[in-house]
Structures are given as C-alpha cells and as structure tokens.
C-alpha cells in the first residue's frame, strides 16, 4: 500500500515539475515576443516584391533632412508636413525603380558606388570628407544616406544607358545647326569684358606658420625689387618659381587672366587693383592677397572687350569653365553647354516617364493610421487621393 502511495507521489511530482518547467518556457517565449520591437509600416510596395517603409525609417529620414537642413542655415526650423509628403512620395518611386532595376538586370557594384563618392569628396577639394560629402548632400535637400543616394543616381545613369541608347547618342553628336542655335542663345554671355593676362610668382600661405608667412613676405618683397630695378631678371624668378618651386619658396603661374568686372574685383580685391593699374610689361610690387598669399605679377597682354566667336578662347570670361581651362575654345564651351542641357532634360523626362508607368503597374499600400502625427490630416487626405492621379494605390 505504502509502495502505491509513493508511486502515485513520484509521478504527481514528475508532473508537477514538467508543469513548471512548460510555465516557465512559455512564459519567457511570451516575454521574449513581447520584447521584440514591433515596426509599423507607412507604405508597401510591390512591383518584383514586396517591399515595406517603416515608420522609424520615415522619421529617421526627416530627422536627417532636418538636422542638415538646420546645421547649414543655423535655425532650429521644421519640416512642414507637405515637405515630409515629398519625402514618403520620393521613397516610394525610389523603391519602385529598385525594383524595377532588380527585374531587369539593371545593376551597380558597391566599387562603383565607392568610386562615385571618391569622385564627389575629391571634387570638394583636398581635405575633404565623408561627413563633408554627407553635409553637401543634406543642403541640397538629400534625405537618404550616402551609399543609398549615390547607388540610385548610378542606377539611373545605367538605366538611361540601358534605354535610352538613341536619345544619349543624338545628345552626344549635336549638329551644326544645333550648335549654332546653342550659340545664338548663349552670344550675350559670350562677350569678354576688358581683361589683362599675366603672369604670377605666389608664395602660398594657407596653413603656415607666421615665421613661414613672414619668410614667404620677405622672399617676395625682394623679388618685387630685384625686377623693378632689373626687369629682365623676371625671366630667371620665372624659372626658379617653375622648376625649382621648392627651393625657391613660392609657386609661377604663367597665362592667368583677369577680367574688369565687379566678380574679379569682390574675389581677388588686392590683385586686381595692382594689375589694373599696369600697362603691358609692366611688373608690380609684392600684393597681398589673403586667400593667395603673397604675389609678383608681370602684366603681359592687355585683352580688350570683344564678342568672342566659335574659335576664340574663353580665357577672360567670368565662367568657372574659364577659371578652370582659359585656353578652352567658345566652341567646345557651346558644345559643352548644349549637351548638359540637353542631358538634363532627357534625365527629367525619362525620371518622370519611368515613375509614372511603375506607379500604375506596382501594388502600393499606404497606412494612412500610422502616418497620422508625422502627417497633417490634408496631407493623409492627399495620400488617399492619390489612386486619382496614377499610383495603383490602397490606402488602409
């Protein structure tokens, strides 16, 4: 009897165990699932597969607009909700021509993107960053983050390659009378003002101590009175500034020219005031020009105003095409200008030509619920009417 009363105790306990030891797994399964963060999503889109936007994307992505926007201006400003609208709309047919570049083979390296970038900081020049880059982005109203931003203009680039082969051919080979009409357009900022062009010895300051700057003044100031009373002495400082820089202590720069108008003037205060007070020849005394250094100039050419045609050089025109290739011809600055245009309009047409055609053929959803406090109830109602203006859209 004592025997089947122990029995029935041993497995009432087994029981009783296993009971708990089942509790208590549910119990940390149910925790462990009610820990999880539970994303909400603002929109679905599904043209190759469905691809959600969540909310904490959404306002990550204003947040980051925003605080770009702020630390460029210095105001503590925030986006209106039409500007976050755009936002929501503009990640919307970013995902639409993901996919569609996804289906159809349409495809961009992570070097190239990386290459891309590389591009971008070495254009903002030396010293520059990746948060430079990000900072550029931000006030040009940029709102993803950098990889994403330069993977989606390499993937349209492609796209227009891929599509649009007739159209960037015929962009790239304009006629004659294509560039003479582009000249016609662009003739009344083709005219060169008064210009002198000349030649520098600078000895560069930026980022010098000022025992260097005040070597690099002394050096300076007494080549300005070697050649006053020497000039042909120039040619020697010429050389030594051109081939032994390092030694010398200051750089030449043979061929710069500056125009006679109110833009040289407000850029290179100093200088200007010193050439233009020389006749050809003539050779200056040491200018100081704090975003330069400290200059000799030789005058060598005055360039008197003139309407330049196709084969004159743009050298003296107040473009940054000039400042960065005087010896350019009008010509190719004409054939340079049309092109861009026109390349510039192709990637605006076929920008909205693709998004329209995706809008109608995807699936896209919108939660109208989880937008309500980012987005004002016109905006939401906005959203909701859109299924009337092409997107084939729910809005839940």
């Known amino acids: 009897m004592w025997k089947d009363v122990l029995m029935r105790i041993s497995r009432l306990a087994r029981l009783a165990l296993a009971s708990s030891t089942m509790a208590l797994f549910l119990a940390a399964a149910l925790s462990a699932q009610t820990a999880l963060p539970t994303r909400k999503p603002v929109a679905q889109v599904n043209l190759k597969a469905n691809e959600p936007y969540y909310l904490d994307t959404f306002k990550a992505d204003i947040d980051r607009l925003e605080s770009g926007l702020n630390s460029a201006s210095g105001q503590k400003t925030k986006l209106e909700s ?21 289906r159809e083979g349409i495809k961009v390296s992570d070097s190239d993107v990386s290459n891309q970038i590389a591009q971008y900081r070495s254009a903002m020049g030396s010293g520059a960053t990746d948060s430079m880059v990000e900072a550029a982005l931000r006030r040009n109203g940029v709102f993803t983050d950098m990889k994403s931003y330069f993977k989606q203009e390499l993937l349209f680039t492609a796209y227009l390659k891929a599509k649009k082969t007739t159209e960037l051919k015929a962009i790239g080979q304009p006629s004659a009378d294509d560039i003479l009409k582009a000249y016609g357009d662009m003739k009344f900022n083709l005219r060169r003002p008064s210009s002198y062009r000349f030649t520098m010895l600078v000895a560069k300051t930026q980022g010098k101590s000022e025992a260097d700057k005040k070597k690099a003044a002394d050096t300076m100031k007494s ?11 120039f040619e020697q400082c010429l050389l030594e500034g051109s081939l032994e820089s390092a030694a010398a202590g200051y750089q030449t720069m043979i061929g710069a020219t500056i125009a006679k108008t109110a833009e040289s003037k407000k850029a290179y205060p100093n200088l200007y005031d010193a050439v233009f007070q020389l006749k050809e020849g003539e050779t200056s005394d040491m200018i100081e020009e704090p975003d330069q250094g400290y200059i000799v100039v030789r005058v060598n050419e005055y360039l008197p105003e003139k309407q330049l045609g196709l084969d004159d050089y743009i050298e003296g025109l107040p473009t940054k095409a000039a400042t960065a290739n005087p010896y350019a011809t009008v010509l190719a600055l004409v054939a340079n200008e049309y092109q861009s245009s026109k390349y510039s309009a192709l990637q605006s047409s076929a920008r909205a030509e693709i998004s ?12 109208a619920a989880n937008l309500a406090g980012i987005l004002d109830e016109a905006e939401i109602n906005a959203v909701k009417a859109l299924k009337g203006s092409g997107y084939n859209i729910v809005a839940q």
């Open 82 to 102: 039409k500007d976050k609208l755009n936002i929501l709309l503009d990640t919307i047919d970013t995902m639409l021509f993901r996919q569609y570049c996804d």
């Open 223 to 233: 080549i300005a009175l070697k050649v006053k009373a020497n000039p042909s002495a």
């Open 356 to 367: 329209a055609k995706l809008r109608k053929e995807a699936m896209i959803s919108v939660n």
